[in-house]
C-alpha cells in the first residue's frame, strides 16, 4: 500500500508492485518529476496483510495523506485497488464524470 494520485491509497499485489518499482528505477536521475515520482512512491509504501477477516489496516502516515478518519470507499482499478476518503472521491469522481463520455470518445481503440 502506498501513496497515490489526487491524494488516494494504492493497494498492489506485491508482483505488481515490484514491476511498477522497476519501472521507476528505469527512469533518468535527471528528471526532477521521476525522482519526485519515486520519492513518494517508495517513502509511503507499506507491506499490508490482511487479517482473518480479510481487513487490511491503514498506517496513520497513509492515513493523513489520503485524509482518512472513519469510512473509505474502495474501487477496484485495472490491477490494483484504489482507497478513497468519501468526500475525496465524491469531488474527484464528480469531475471525472463530467469528462468520461469524451475522454470513451478520443480513447484509441
Request: hydrophobic share 40%.
Amino acid at each position: 500500500m502506498t501513496q497515490g494520485q489526487e491524494n488516494c491509497l494504492v493497494v498492489w499485489p506485491e508482483d505488481v508492485f515490484m514491476q511498477e518499482a522497476q519501472r521507476a528505477q528505469q527512469t533518468p536521475l535527471t528528471s526532477r518529476d521521476a525522482r519526485d515520482y519515486a520519492r513518494v512512491l517508495f517513502a509511503g509504501a507499506e507491506q499490508t496483510t490482511p487479517d482473518k477477516q480479510g481487513r487490511i489496516g491503514i498506517p496513520p502516515l497513509l492515513r493523513d495523506y489520503a485524509g482518512i478518519v472513519k469510512d473509505v470507499v474502495v474501487i477496484g482499478v485495472m490491477d490494483r485497488i484504489e482507497i478513497w476518503d468519501p468526500a475525496k472521491w465524491a469531488e474527484y469522481s464528480a469531475g471525472a464524470q463530467a469528462k468520461f463520455a469524451d475522454l470513451d470518445e478520443s480513447a484509441d481503440r
